[in-house]
């Protein structure tokens, strides 16, 4: 019976984009964000998503944020911010702050996001280098190599 109850919650963390998710560096807050930016010399990913609802924002977390090669580039270059919109009632809307709400509002109007997933590559000033809208297709490689070309200038 343990064993079958390990496999079980293996193969949810396995399946659930959340867990991939809790071990990366992915933050929330637009100001400490664009401090740790400048500070590394790096750039900030902004990552507009419904987490827990948009079958895009999951599959782009599945197939390219989730993976080592990913991981590694953006502990070297960037500074990963996501902005989450999770449906209303569930457990990540209900563990958002009324200030996070907020600022995640604010920044959806002032980078005019109107779908998503939306990915936005800012400098450690905020001034958008890269911007992508929906899911991205192009693979792995070639996704990090349009946040290389943004980070180039």
């Not at 400490?32 to 599959?59: M, P, R």
Request: proline share 3%.
């Amino acid at each position: 019976m343990k064993n079958l109850l390990l496999a079980i919650s293996l193969a949810a963390a396995a399946l659930c984009p959340a867990a991939a998710r809790a071990e990366s560096s992915w933050i929330t807050d637009l100001k400490k964000a664009q401090e740790e930016a400048k500070a590394n010399h790096k750039l900030v990913l902004v990552n507009f998503t419904g987490s827990d609802w948009c079958g895009y924002c999951i599959l782009l977390e599945r197939a390219i944020l989730s993976k080592p090669e990913f991981k590694d580039y953006a502990n070297k270059n960037l500074v990963l911010l996501e902005i989450d919109f999770p449906r209303r009632g569930g457990p990540k809307w209900n563990s958002q702050s009324i200030d996070l709400k907020k600022q995640n509002a604010q920044l959806a109007d002032k980078y005019e996001v109107s779908g998503f997933p939306t990915l936005v590559a800012l400098d450690g000033e905020g001034k958008m280098l890269w911007r992508f809208e929906g899911y991205y297709n192009g693979g792995l490689a070639a996704f990090l190599a349009e946040l290389d070309k943004a980070r180039k200038g």
